[in-house]
């Protein structure tokens, strides 16, 4: 599995699981994905890193009908709000016809989407 450099620091394991995780600002409270140096919020560098919760609820999403060769269509990218307050983007393993927002998913790695191609993914997130 490949990853973006932004995300290196963001995907680790904690208590025998893989986990996202994000950077906690010790200034404004704010909680931020990818972990990143600086706060987006209100610029502090005082920044500690937690892990993000598995689960999360989707609170907007929609069917890619077209994309680069070697994608299945249609497939499923969702915002995925998490209870520490980040809102994700990823791409959901699930059909159209199963989705809804606010439901529930669960973050997955180790394996794409069914037909999607092993390189092109980091973590998706799937229906819990
Ligand atoms: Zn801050």
């Known amino acids: 599995m490949s990853r973006p450099p932004a995300l ?3 995907i680790a394991s904690v208590d025998g699981r893989t986990a996202l995780f994000a950077s906690h600002c ?9 972990v990143g140096s ?6 502090g560098a005082d920044l500690d890193r937690q892990a993000l919760s598995p689960t999360g609820s989707v609170f907007a999403w929609t069917a890619v ?8 269509v249609p497939y499923v990218v ?25 439901m529930p998913v669960r973050v997955a790695f180790g394996r ?15 229906p819990s």
């Open 112 to 126: 794409p989407p069914a037909g999607q191609p092993d390189d092109a993914y980091c973590f998706t997130v799937e």
């Open 26 to 34: 010790r200034g404004c409270g704010r909680v931020l994905f990818p």
């Open 78 to 102: 969702a915002l995925v709000d998490f209870p520490e307050g980040p809102r994700i983007f990823a791409q959901v393993d699930a059909a159209p016809e199963a989705m809804r927002s606010g």
């Open 8 to 10: 290196e620091r963001s």
């Open 65 to 72: 009908h077209r994309a680069a060769p070697g994608w299945k």
């Open 38 to 43: 600086v706060c987006a919020q209100c610029g």
